[in-house]
């Protein structure tokens, strides 16, 4: 881990980059084995991405359904809190308890198209800062480690 943790920490990349950069690692990593195989720090990382990259993709609906989100959200909003993360926790949190609801798949879609359209109006500041507290998070683990 040590050559990658090199590459995290190099100055050259924006948050966004960097975010992804690590991403796509760990979502790889996670093709091509198990989840349960995944250090903790991994799966914090993955889960985040899969977050953005899902519900940006289909929204919410998509996230839960086709990503597995149910599966996940519940860790992903307990790591989200865990750093302190607000925007995407606060609609995570709504998105989820609609999907776990016993509201019918109809009621459910629309409730959850409304938390997607809160999601959508996140501007560059906010996913900044999402980006920036996980990076933290990883660079503060890693050096625990390192």
Known sequence: MSKYYETIVNENYRSEELFYKIFDYYLIKHVEGDFNKLDEIEKNFLMVGL???EVNSG????YFIDAEGEKYARQTLDFLNSIDEKNF???LNKATEIFESEKGYDEKFKELGIIDDEFYKFRTNEYN???EKCIRYLKNELNKIL
């Open 59 to 62: 929204g919410f609906d998509f």
């Open 129 to 131: 800062d999402l980006y």
């Open 51 to 53: 977050l953005l990259t």
């Open 89 to 91: 926790s606060t609609l």
